[in-house]
């Protein structure tokens, strides 16, 4: 009788043990989603055996379900209040509360005399719009195509580019003059303006933008090849203004749109907070430096539901460079990329101007096509700074690598010492489909003893058979689970390398 209380006491703790989560939903809604009408949820993925979805609950009642760890809930009341949960499998988050605000005034573009007309510049109409709109107003870019050069927005308040509607960039450079202060490839210089700008560039911390959301379910297209062609031509390649610019900002949203043909990189945002990109369709392929987004020495960035068919990186988190970047030493932390489709470019890339720090880096449920450079890491021993804290999981990859050297973008003088790279995790990675033409996972460190690659984990990756793991320059390298799919380990090369271990999960 006392064995079988025994082991049923310890079969009723065993089930419970397996059951729980590991983890807290940590529900939020994402930076500057909330709106009079829908808002945006995000949680943390919860790792429950079995098939399930979540559901998302608002005000007690199941509203939807998804696969994925975010939720946008439509068809709210403008100046209601709402209480919204995640639950999965029986477990369920905390009540999240939130206010929608009220409705703000709609400034249509065309009451300030914009025309959807081939050749006519909009600048000045949309503009005035922007300057006229109301604390909490949209100003509304309706169906057809208006052209503009720079325009310059503000607090509080959001640009609409309806469905249909496409807000085309001018391809005169002198529509993007007077030029003013910015950061490209790491230096603060002054460069042409972007189509849409937010914000000055200071470095003392403060936000001088704040509350803006742009989306809308139309098109933002640039000047592309010809405009970035003439910014070089007439103030060289790192004159160029981007697509889309913010600095010093926070609480910022772009979401629902189609983004295309930028001069160089589409989206950058520099010194700024909160920074909700979601739902973006970014269009990049074959511009020069076209990289998709580029988070720069900015903090708690939330990129999910994309797709990227770019010219250069998908993305890039930077953080200056050299001295410049080391000695203002304004890191980017906190960067949660989700869900995301990276269908050509360079890569998912974290440097190469990370000389201010790079820590806390998310990517997780993405899936990569033809990348050039897979799921990368780069820098080189000039840069300083560091690259920390790095989280790749349940991804669709095609190659992982970590660059020290690079043949590119590394003029001007060397920061004071090398970067440190150091505590990267790749977790539930199917690399099934890589190309065996080179390493499919390709580790280099730097040569400085006191500044090696250190700390990395792989754990559950699949390779395609034959193969090849290289590894130079780092220490504390553990793979775990690393298996080709026909059984056999992969080959793997180790050079200058220290404290490597090799094994099963057994639990």
């Known amino acids: ?152 927005l503000k607090s509080d308040m959001t640009l609409c580019i309806e469905k249909g509607a496409v807000l085309k960039g001018a391809v005169d450079t002198s529509d993007y003059l007077p030029l003013y202060l910015n950061r490209f490839e790491g230096w603060e210089l002054e460069t042409y303006a972007s189509l849409i700008n937010a914000g000055t560039l200071n470095r003392n911390g403060s936000y001088n933008v704040k509350n803006l959301r742009i989306t809308g379910g139309g098109t933002i297209e640039g000047g592309g090849k010809k405009l970035g062609n003439d910014m070089i031509s007439a103030r060289g390649i790192r004159s160029r203004g981007r697509l889309i610019c913010l600095m010093n900002c926070q609480d910022v949203c772009i979401a629902d749109l189609t983004i295309q043909e930028p001069p160089c990189w589409t989206i950058h945002y520099i010194y700024s907070d909160n920074v909700t990109l979601q739902n973006l369709v970014i269009n990049t392929y074959g511009i020069r430096n076209g990289d998709g987004i580029d988070p720069d020495s900015s903090t708690d960035s939330y990129i999910f539901n994309c797709s990227f068919d770019t010219g250069d990186d998908c993305i890039a988190v930077k953080s200056g460079k050299n001295p410049e970047g080391f000695f203002v030493a304004k890191p980017t932390t906190n960067v949660r990329v989700t869900n995301c489709d990276f269908i050509r470019g360079h890569g998912i890339s974290i440097g190469s101007e990370m000389s201010g720090g790079v820590s806390d880096v998310l990517v997780q449920d993405c899936k990569a096509g033809a990348l050039i450079n897979g799921m990368q890491i780069k820098g080189t021993k000039e840069r300083g700074g560091y690259v920390r804290n790095v989280t790749v999981t349940d991804c669709e990859l095609l190659q992982i690598t970590v660059f020290s050297k690079l043949s590119y973008n590394n003029d001007g003088e060397a920061a004071p010492e090398p970067p440190v790279f150091e505590n990267f995790t790749f977790r539930n990675i199917d690399l099934s489909k890589a190309p065996l033409t080179k390493p499919v996972i390709d580790i280099n460190g730097f040569a400085d003893p006191v500044h090696k690659l250190k700390n990395i984990q792989f754990s559950n990756i699949t390779l395609p058979a034959k193969a090849r793991v290289v590894v130079n320059d780092a220490e504390k390298i553990w793979f775990t689970n690393v298996a080709c799919t026909d059984g056999e380990k992969p080959e793997y090369v180790i050079n200058n390398t220290t404290g490597v271990t090799y094994g099963k999960v057994t639990q």
């Open 1 to 152: 009788m006392k064995k079988t209380l025994f082991t049923f006491l310890i079969f009723c703790i065993t089930k419970i043990v397996s059951a729980a989560p590991p983890a807290e939903f940590k529900l939020m809604v994402a930076p500057a989603t909330l709106a009079s009408n829908q808002v945006t949820v995000l949680w943390d993925k919860q790792y429950i055996s079995g098939a399930f979805e979540y559901e998302v609950l608002l005000n007690s009642k199941v509203v939807g379900a998804t696969n994925k760890t975010n939720y946008t809930i439509t068809g709210l009341l403008a100046s209601t209040q709402y209480a919204v949960s995640v639950r999965a499998k029986g477990f369920t988050s905390g009540l999240l509360k939130f206010k929608t605000p009220g409705k703000g005034k709609i400034f249509n573009i065309t009451q300030y005399g914009a025309k959807a007309e081939p050749g006519f510049k909009n600048t000045k109409a949309i503009q005035a719009a922007i300057n006229a709109c109301t604390t909490g107003g949209t100003v509304l870019i309706p169906k057809g195509v208006f052209e503009s050069g720079a325009l310059f």
